[in-house]
T-cell receptor, first 116, second 114 residues
């Protein structure tokens, strides 16, 4: 595919369950970002992967949140023991040349997570 | 530290009138600046981007933005609003260099009235 792909597009889960959200970045893009957008809010940075460097996890809101990126490509965001406040749209983005002037990020359509 | 301030959380205009969405940034490095648009229940789409090549940038759908270093601003404008412009707009800064974290403003919701 030509764009960033996220799955599932919608996820409803019960409070306390674990969920996994998947992101397939654009092929060849070395940088990958996860953001969270709660209802009526802006974008909250979660985590950033760049090549083989250690990820920037400074935005993860609690230790229930984790993410990995396998083989420098696909990324999975895992939320353990989900809480109602985790309900949000989770957005993934990738970019080709981070640090190069004007490099834009391409966003997926997001995963809408609802915790009931 | 880098930051972005969008000065208006909501802007309301009439169709056919000009649009101005304000953005101020703070960056320790030569920044790249972007405007993204998000229509309801849609993903984020790039409107335009600034690099050092030109201070006046033209984007899609008739939008423009002007980089003013002295004012640390990157305001988004359009001469004539269309109903389809109703959306959320985000100003984004990334510092040049090896670390390219995207720093988002809080967003401005644009309403366009007939």
């Amino acid at each position: 595919g030509a764009g960033v792909s996220q799955s599932p597009s919608n996820k409803v889960t019960e409070k306390g369950k674990d969920v996994e959200l998947r992101c397939d970045p654009i092929s060849g893009h070395t940088a990958l970002y996860w953001y969270r957008q709660s209802l009526g809010q802006g974008l909250e940075f979660l985590i950033y992967f760049q090549g083989n460097s250690a990820p920037d996890k400074s935005g993860l809101p609690s230790d229930r949140f984790s993410a990995e990126r396998t083989g420098g490509s696909v990324s999975t965001l895992t939320i353990q023991r989900t809480q109602q406040e985790d309900s949000a749209v989770y957005l993934c983005a990738s970019s080709a040349f981070p640090g190069v002037e004007g490099t834009e990020a391409f966003f997926g359509q997001g995963t809408r997570l609802t915790v009931v | 530290a880098q930051s972005v301030t969008q000065l208006d959380s909501h802007v309301s205009v009439s169709e056919g009138t000009p649009v101005l969405l304000r953005c101020n940034y703070s960056s320790s490095y030569s920044p790249s600046l972007f405007w993204y648009v998000q229509h309801p229940n849609k993903g984020l789409q790039l409107l335009l981007k600034y690099t050092s090549a030109a201070t006046l940038v033209k984007g899609i759908n008739g939008f423009e933005a002007e980089f003013k270093k002295s004012e640390t601003s990157f305001h988004l404008t359009k001469p004539s609003a269309h109903m389809s412009d109703a959306a959320e707009y985000f100003c984004v800064v990334t510092p040049a260099g090896g670390y390219n974290k995207l720093i988002f403003g809080a967003g401005t919701r644009l309403a366009v009235h007939p």
